[in-house]
């Protein structure tokens, strides 16, 4: 069975949080230490169940240097989800990201999803930020919130999962269309003949977006 819907993510950081890794760990199942730093964007997908509809989740990870940030900017443009990613042993990752946050709002659709990352938790003794003071950002700034582990998997796949339910819920209620090429969301060529987006009009008095 093909799928339904085609999302696409980008992840954003300092370099060296292990956006790379958590990119490997949920298209690949696995961790590489010592992964090279992203030079530009490197790309990967998956395809996803959500809600009884496959989606493929079309990934962009992006490079974190300040050099390579004009390039970047280039791939924010039609992301339906965001992965703000920071690491929770070194506190200057964490007070970059409402940079971060205003680079992906100003470049992004006003309805993208937007997740923020804690990686390396596995890293507790070490740890510089806890997890109430990045959950407190989050709620502050209307992102949805979680820690991971790139090392062990602890959330990774709840990381997309979690923003692709809400991409697809702001999908049923008309919110994010899918003939908008800005929204992030395309319906696959195998489906736009028989397949017809939802009227925003019918459905978003009956959601909760």
């Given at each position: 069975?093909?799928?339904k819907?085609?999302?696409k993510?980008?992840i954003i950081?300092?370099?060296?949080?292990?956006?790379s890794?958590?990119?490997?760990?949920?298209?690949?199942?696995?961790?590489?230490?010592?992964?090279?730093h992203t030079?530009g964007?490197?790309f990967?997908?998956?395809?996803?169940?959500i809600?009884?509809?496959?989606?493929?989740?079309?990934?962009?990870?992006?490079a974190?240097?300040?050099r390579?940030?004009?390039v970047?900017?280039g791939?924010y443009r039609?992301?339906?989800g965001?992965?703000l990613v920071y690491d929770v042993?070194?506190?200057a990752?964490?007070?970059?990201?409402g940079?971060?946050?205003a680079?992906?709002?100003?470049n992004?659709?006003?309805?993208t999803v937007?997740?923020?990352?804690?990686?390396k938790?596995?890293?507790?003794?070490?740890?510089e930020?806890?997890f109430e003071?990045?959950s407190k950002?989050?709620?502050?700034?209307n992102?949805?919130?979680l820690?991971?582990?790139?090392?062990?998997?602890d959330n990774?796949?709840?990381a997309?999962?979690?923003t692709?339910?809400k991409i697809?819920e702001k999908v049923?209620?008309g919110?994010l269309?899918?003939?908008d090429?800005?929204?992030?969301v395309?319906?696959?060529?195998?489906t736009?003949t028989?397949?017809q987006?939802?009227k925003?009009?019918?459905?978003?008095d009956?959601c909760?977006c």
């Amino acid at each position: 069975m093909s799928h339904k819907y085609i999302f696409k993510y980008i992840i954003i950081g300092d370099m060296g949080v292990g956006k790379s890794c958590i990119m490997q760990r949920f298209t690949e199942q696995r961790f590489k230490k010592d992964l090279p730093h992203t030079i530009g964007v490197e790309f990967g997908t998956m395809i996803v169940d959500i809600n009884g509809e496959l989606v493929k989740l079309q990934i962009w990870d992006t490079a974190g240097q300040e050099r390579f940030r004009s390039v970047t900017r280039g791939y924010y443009r039609g992301a339906a989800g965001a992965l703000l990613v920071y690491d929770v042993s070194r506190r200057a990752t964490f007070a970059h990201i409402g940079t971060w946050l205003a680079d992906a709002r100003s470049n992004t659709n006003p309805h993208t999803v937007m997740i923020l990352i804690g990686n390396k938790c596995d890293l507790e003794e070490q740890r510089e930020v806890s997890f109430e003071e990045a959950s407190k950002f989050a709620e502050e700034n209307n992102l949805l919130f979680l820690e991971c582990s790139a090392l062990n998997g602890d959330n990774v796949e709840q990381a997309f999962l979690s923003t692709a339910r809400k991409i697809h819920e702001k999908v049923m209620c008309g919110i994010l269309n899918p003939t908008d090429p800005d929204s992030g969301v395309q319906l696959h060529a195998t489906t736009l003949t028989t397949t017809q987006p939802k009227k925003e009009e019918q459905k978003k008095d009956k959601c909760d977006c």
